[in-house]
């Protein structure tokens, strides 16, 4: 006869650790909406379709494989289709089927989507300074690319920040 297993107790956090679960939580709340705001304000864009715009600046010839965008990108394909279809109402993005493999689409930033991620960057950059790296050391920006690596590879062991395809797309800038 088999015995009901004893239910493990939880494991708590410790009062260091949930302190810094409150701190990393309300940074993940508000950060977002500080950056979409000032994007919003400046450029009349989102910060998705920022993100968008700058990853495919960074790729080869301008252009990604939707999947591989949305992969960069944390969104789905269905969410990065809609943004893709605005900004192809722009002017700025175009879509073709893949000439590798025409089962997959591709997305190309366009030479006026191109000017208009180079005209938007400064002030984004400037935001993303002013909100973390003039509050950090340089050693804490270390920590924290390391410790947001740590913690998006224990989410996502295949994650690009993880495999180092966001680091390959830096590199072709």
Known sequence: METPETPQEPRWLDDEE?????????MLMRL??????????????SHFEYQVMSGLSMAPERTLRMSELAAFVEGSLPRLSQVVTRLEKRGWVHRSP???????????????????????APGHVEAVRAYIFD???RAQV???????RRI??????????????????????
């Open 18 to 26: 949930d302190q810094a679960w409150i701190a990393l939580s309300s």
């Open 142 to 148: 270390r920590q924290l690319a390391t410790i947001g």
């Open 32 to 45: 977002p909406a500080a950056l979409d705001a000032q994007l919003q304000r400046d450029a009349g864009l």
């Open 98 to 120: 893949d000439p590798t493999d025409g089962r997959y689409t591709v997305a190309t930033l366009d030479d006026e989507g191109y000017d208009k991620v180079a005209a938007t």
């Open 152 to 173: 998006v590879g224990a989410i996502d062991p295949g994650h690009p920040l993880v495999t180092g395809t966001v680091d390959r797309l830096r590199r072709n800038k």
């Open 135 to 137: 509050a950090l050391t």
